[in-house]
């Protein structure tokens, strides 16, 4: 069965430097999202990717964070500088195209990124 | 926008006892339901989803949920449960539009005792 996978799977960095999470979504999936989930809090959106443009994203989501679909499999989220706060595990997600958004969003194991 | 709330973060239960699992939301907007699970070290999966039709929706491993529009509830059952279903467990909403994020609750980690 197809799946989405997601690398590394843990990353350590210091805080200021950048970081890039990698996705590779199901392959017949036209949109794309970006999850995560900080230590003993709920899972939070952070944006969603189609046709190769951000079609919705959160307060979270601000001038640090920026996505890319740079090769038409690899879906990835790039944090600029990171802070302490950004330390979380970080879900990718994909589903199929169809009216009304009913489709499953599948997801990735995830990446646990500590900022220290 | 939606909310939702579980209102249990925690249920520890004995194996081949029932169990339920509390889902509320709020939204200004008709919504699609949904049940994930996360089995330890694993990412996200779908266990049963409320698009439309028949209130009562099933999954293939004996895990029911139940739309109530009145109640803006969606509770998620299970007559027996088996160890192997330690998990944490999320309930979580979409608007129906096209390329809706979902908006999860909490948790709540099932912990099945032998």
């Known amino acids: 069965e197809p799946e989405v996978t997601q690398t590394p799977s843990h990353q350590v960095t210091q805080m200021g430097q950048e970081v890039i999470l990698r996705c590779v979504p199901i392959?017949?999936?036209?949109?794309f999202y970006w999850y995560r989930q900080i230590l003993g809090q709920k899972v939070e959106f952070l944006v969603s990717?189609?046709?190769?443009?951000?079609?919705?994203k959160s307060e979270i989501f601000d001038d640090q964070f920026s996505v890319e679909r740079p090769d038409g499999s690899n879906f990835t989220l790039k944090i600029r500088s990171t802070k302490l706060e950004d330390s979380a595990m970080y879900f990718c997600?994909?589903?199929?195209?169809?009216?009304?958004?009913?489709?499953?969003?599948?997801f990735g194991p995830g990446t646990r990124l500590l900022v220290l | 926008a939606q909310s939702v709330t579980q209102l249990d973060s925690q249920v520890p239960v004995f194996e081949e006892a029932p169990v339920e699992l509390r889902c509320n939301y709020s939204?200004?907007?008709?919504?699609?339901l949904f049940w994930y699970v996360q089995y330890p070290n694993q990412g996200l999966q779908l266990l049963l989803k409320?698009?439309?039709?028949?209130?009562l929706v099933e999954s293939i491993n004996g895990f029911e949920a139940e739309f109530n529009k009145s109640q803006t509830s969606f509770h998620l059952r299970k007559p027996s449960v088996h160890i192997s279903d330690t998990a944490e467990y999320f309930c979580?909403?979409?608007?129906?539009?096209?390329?809706?994020?979902?908006?999860f609750g909490g948790g709540t980690r099932v912990l099945v005792k032998p």
């Open positions: 997600a994909s589903r199929e195209r169809s009216a009304g958004g009913q489709e499953t969003q599948y």
């Open positions: 392959s017949n999936h036209l949109y």
């Open positions: 990717f189609y046709n190769n443009e951000i079609s919705e």
């Open positions: 939204s200004s907007v008709s919504v699609y």
């Open positions: 409320y698009l439309s039709g028949s209130t």
């Open positions: 979580a909403v979409s608007a129906k539009a096209a390329g809706n994020k979902l908006t």
